[in-house]
């Protein structure tokens, strides 16, 4: 008699994503609300015994070597469903886009020696633009306030890739309610 396990819990999925075309037009690219999305192609739970999952392993490498797409990718993540799998996957590539526009956006007011407070949106990691006096100020300038996150710049200490990254993951991490004035808080 074959049983089947229906509760949700973690295992190792093996996730195929493609990040070529992740923007369809350079129009797209510009759009201010447009994030790039990473398609999820293949998601698969990975097997229990060691030899079968070394063989289901180098089968999925195999086939992405195949494809000699430099945009295809094998990952893995510890996740509660499929669904879940790529849902990390595809949030993944946001935060690490994110990233890369926050430090464009800090690279930029500290080539030209800024000083003052930046407002950061935290699912894009883009920005008004602006310096401001205050962070009162940066935080009063925003649209949507709640959802930027706001810091000083100075030539004196400047903000690496992975900072930006690691930044933005917890702020996306946090639940909403649980930040007061763009700084982490105590539920």
């Not at 890369?100 to 690279?107: L, Q």
């Not at 706001?150 to 992975?162: A, V």
Request: aromatic share 8%.
């Amino acid at each position: 008699m074959i049983t089947v396990d229906l509760t949700k819990r973690r295992a190792r999925y093996l996730v195929i994503v493609d990040d070529r075309d992740a923007m369809t037009s350079v129009a797209e690219h510009f759009r201010a609300d447009r994030l790039p999305e990473r398609r999820v192609l293949h998601v698969e739970r990975q097997a229990d015994h060691p030899v079968e999952r070394e063989m289901q392993w180098d089968e999925l490498a195999g086939s992405v070597l195949d494809a000699e797409a430099e945009s295809l990718a094998l990952l893995t993540y510890r996740a509660v469903s499929h669904a879940h799998a790529a849902t990390l996957a595809r949030r993944e590539y946001a935060v690490l886009n994110a990233a890369v526009g926050m430090c464009e956006v800090i690279d930029t007011h500290q080539e030209y020696g800024g000083r003052g407070w930046v407002a950061i949106r935290i699912a894009d990691g883009g920005s008004d633009g602006e310096l401001y006096d205050s962070y009162d100020d940066a935080r009063g300038a925003q649209e949507r306030p709640e959802r930027c996150t706001y810091f000083p710049i100075t030539p004196l200490f400047p903000w690496t890739p992975r900072m930006c990254e690691e930044h933005l993951a917890f702020m996306n991490d946090l639940p909403q309610g649980w930040t007061d004035h763009g700084t982490p808080t105590c539920p």
